[in-house]
């Protein structure tokens, strides 16, 4: 890595991070719109069992 470049990109993130600090809001999810199901028990055949439970997938 040239020097100029280490120079340049140091200050940048120095500013970045002040910037960023600054900002405090405290962000909250909004729900809109009635839930709905996204995981339900597979069709496994002859392993299908009532106890069996969708889990390991991600969204």
Known sequence: MKNG???????????CNAILAQDHRVLIPDIQGEWWQIAGNPGLGEYTDEKQQPVDFGI
Do not use: L, N, R, S
């Open 5 to 15: 470049f280490k120079y340049a990109i140091i200050p940048t993130i120095v500013t």
